[in-house]
């Protein structure tokens, strides 16, 4: 007896391209947001992050 996945046609999924000079831009600001404590990848996300967390945002809120 076969399951809903066996027999079932498989789709790849395109790969977005690769951009260098946005990756080494990430690193760079990862860098600068190091704190002692701060894994690589912690300061990592924190580059990536514009928006602000729940928590900050509440934060904010509290203080209009």
């Known amino acids: ?3 809903p996945a ?3 046609a498989t789709q ?3 790969t977005p391209p690769f951009d ?3 990756h080494l ?3 760079a600001r990862a860098k600068e947001l190091e ?3 701060r894994t690589e990848w912690d300061a990592r ?3 990536r992050r514009d928006e602000p967390t729940g928590a900050e945002v509440i ?3 509290e203080d209009l």
């Open 1 to 3: 007896m076969m399951g």
């Open 6 to 8: 066996q027999g079932a």
């Open 12 to 14: 790849e999924l395109p």
């Open 20 to 22: 260098i000079d946005a």
């Open 25 to 27: 831009e990430e690193i």
């Open 35 to 37: 704190e002692p404590g």
């Open 45 to 47: 996300l924190a580059a």
């Open 59 to 61: 934060d904010m809120l």
